[in-house]
């Protein structure tokens, strides 16, 4: 059973960088694809970044050019790390991650809470 730890929340300025750190245990497999998603006060969960064990990225419209999503597969720990902060960045993030074995297994980190003051 794969376990994932989010840290590295907290509250930030508007502009100032923050990076958030994923940590996967339990488990020696190299994790298919990783991936960061948030959910603001009172909204949907949304994708933020995703990151294949290759590293390949995908990145949603709003934090393209912001973000940075990087995975680090000997530590199993992938990070994002987040620039030129905005309020609307205020949200709940939480750890994602996949692994296709003989069935598609899916894990969730609790969350950290990421507070951007304007």
């Known amino acids: 059973q794969v376990q994932l730890v989010e840290s590295g929340g907290g509250l930030v300025q508007a502009g100032e960088s923050l990076r958030l750190s994923c940590a996967a245990s339990?488990?020696?497999?190299?994790?298919?694809?990783m991936g960061w998603y948030r959910q603001a006060p009172g909204k949907q969960r949304e994708l933020v970044a995703t990151i294949t064990s290759g590293g390949s990225t995908n990145y949603a419209d709003a934090v393209k050019g912001r973000f940075t999503i990087s995975r680090d597969n000997a530590k199993n720990t992938m990070y994002l790390q987040m620039n030129s902060r905005k309020p609307e960045d205020t949200a709940v993030f939480y750890c994602?991650?996949?692994?296709?074995?003989?069935?598609?297994?899916?894990?969730w980190g609790q969350g950290t809470q990421v507070t951007v003051s304007s």
């Open positions: 994602n991650a996949i692994w296709r074995g003989a069935f598609e297994h899916e894990y």
């Open positions: 339990g488990s020696a497999i190299i994790l298919d694809v």
